[in-house]
Antibody, heavy 120, light 107 residues
Framework: EVQLVESGGGLVQPGGSLRLSCAASGFTFSSYSMNWVRQAPGKGLEWVSYISSSSSTIYYADSVKGRFTISRDNAKNSLYLQMNSLRAEDTAVYYC?????????????WGQGTLVTVSS | DIQMTQSPSSLSASVGDRVTITCRASQSISSYLNWYQQKPGKAPKLLIYAASSLQSGVPSRFSGSGSGTDFTLTISSLQPEDFATYYCQQSYSTPPAFGQGTKLEIK
């Protein structure tokens, strides 16, 4: 069974940093591209970042470019999102989502999400 | 960037009804259109990919159609567990973009 479990969310002050993790199991993690998708409270879904299976290709949404860094450790079956210079508008539930293929693909499995709250 | 627009934003319907949700892309996306269902407090779940392919395990009452810029998600006979929010998503180009969502409520 495919499982994605996010962790690392919490309350952080504006300008602060946070590192999210996503632990994957039930599939060959190193063979799949991964994404982060977020959802602000009461709002819709917003794609944040993509990383290919080998980390050779990375994309970011304009809203986080230069502040967030996606990475992965295939030996540990883990995906990460380093978030710096956090703003109030980054407050959201952050989901990791497996891509069925490359960036031009759908998200076939999602984690349960981890809440990030940016507030003073 | 490609913009995705869903209609309606909300919809009231009864168990057994046939329901259609529409998604329009700001430019042609061929068949790179996917549909997700999200229930309150839960992660989104993939229903339909490539406009009309049913994800494994998804009931056959769900179907998708369309290509180019106009797409539809149809639920042939609403069940109580189908009341949720539905999102379309284009995977034709970066950034992948979602529609604003359609909240399906019980009448």
């Amino acid at each position: 069974e495919v499982q994605l479990v996010e962790s690392g969310g919490g309350l952080v002050q504006p300008g602060g940093s946070l590192r999210l993790s996503c632990a994957a199991s039930g599939f060959t993690f190193s063979s799949y591209s991964m994404n982060w998708v977020r959802q602000a409270p009461g709002k819709g879904l917003e794609w944040v970042s993509y990383i290919s299976s080998s980390s050779s290709t990375i994309y970011y949404a304009d809203s986080v470019k230069g502040r967030f860094t996606i990475s992965r450790d295939n030996a540990k079956n883990s995906l990460y999102l380093q978030m710096n210079s956090l703003r109030a508008e980054d407050t959201a539930v952050y989901y990791c989502a497996r891509a069925a293929g490359d960036i031009y693909s759908y998200f076939d499995y999602w984690g349960q999400g981890t809440l990030v709250t940016v507030s003073s | 960037d490609i913009q995705m627009t869903q209609s309606p934003s909300s919809l009231s319907a009864s168990v057994g009804d046939r329901v259609t949700i529409t998604c329009r892309a700001s430019q042609s996306i061929s068949s790179y259109l996917n549909w997700y269902q999200q229930k309150p407090g839960k992660a989104p779940k993939l229903l339909i990919y490539a406009a009309s392919s049913l994800q494994s395990g998804v009931p056959s009452r769900f179907s998708g159609s369309g290509s180019g810029t106009d797409f539809t998600l149809t639920i042939s006979s609403l069940q109580p567990e189908d009341f949720a929010t539905y999102y379309c998503q284009q995977s034709y180009s970066t950034p992948p973009a979602f529609g604003q969502g359609t909240k399906l409520e019980i009448k």
